[in-house]
């Protein structure tokens, strides 16, 4: 089964609702260029709605970062999923590797979290990984089972077929050393088995798993060329609008010859 790719840029703490509106000017004449696969954005929660509304009636979808795993009540800072679908998004973050390493999110939390998601019908996209201590313990994949198991426990297959899963390696991000293809590929390969195992053949051929470390334009063809990777969610590569399309063109071609290459003009 070919899955369609999912580009996500995940801008973190970055970009004011001004720098958005300017991103948002440069990708959208270009989507019509990109049918191939599929985008998503997820700025920060003070930008979501005008993201949404520059990109309403295009074919990027938008999403938010985080969500509160409650649906409403005195939690101050909090936003829920209700709050997040009445913006126009349709997607959300569940577990990325900074707030479960930074901010201290545990499994527990994060499995609430994408409950809350799912009850308010919005796309969820779970991140997964693990950090070099787990690599390095040869405990990678036991860590990620484990990840997907707390996340996962008790969700129906129709469930688990609302969402995406991405994969990060926690290990190679900022650490000097650097995820091949192939590390890319067999984590992408355990995942799918683990759902295939959990919710079905039918579950695990369709759903989409990206992979998130470190991608960029140099190393985006390579990763994304691998029939087990469904797509990137993209970091710091994703604040710059032409280097984003660059990896949303490596997704389409499998590679980035000249002809391929984004350019401001």
Not at 53 to 75: K, N, T, Y
């Amino acid at each position: 089964m070919v899955r369609r790719k999912l580009i996500a840029a995940n801008w973190k703490m970055y970009k004011t609702i001004r720098e958005s509106e300017a991103f948002v000017a440069v990708i959208r004449p270009a989507v019509s260029r990109l049918g191939g696969c599929d985008l998503l954005i997820f700025p920060p929660f003070f930008s979501v709605p005008r993201v949404s509304e520059l990109l309403s009636g295009s074919e990027v979808s938008v999403g938010a970062q985080d969500l509160s795993w409650e649906d409403g009540g005195a939690f101050t800072g909090e936003v829920s999923g209700a709050m997040i679908r009445d913006t126009g998004a349709t997607h959300v973050l569940v577990g990325h590797s900074e707030r479960r390493h930074v901010i201290g999110e545990g499994n527990d939390v994060v499995a609430r979290k994408l409950r809350a998601a799912l009850r308010a019908g919005l796309t969820p996209v779970l991140c997964v990984g693990e950090r070099i201590d787990h690599r390095d313990a040869n405990r990678h994949q036991d860590y990620v089972g484990e990840q997907l198991e707390t996340a996962l426990a008790g969700l129906s297959a129709g469930d688990v077929g609302r969402m995406a899963i991405a994969y990060e390696p926690v290990w190679a991000i900022g650490t000097g050393r650097t995820a091949t293809p192939a590390d890319a590929v067999a984590m992408h390969a355990f995942v799918r088995t683990w759902i295939r195992e959990a919710f079905g053949a039918g579950v695990a051929e369709r759903l989409r798993i990206q992979y998130g470390g470190s991608v960029k334009p140099e190393n985006a063809p390579g990763l994304l060329a691998e029939a087990e990777i469904d797509g990137a969610l993209v970091g710091g590569a994703s604040l710059d609008p032409v280097s984003f399309l660059a990896i949303a063109t490596a997704a389409v071609e499998g590679g980035l010859g000249p002809e391929g290459r984004w350019s401001r003009g």
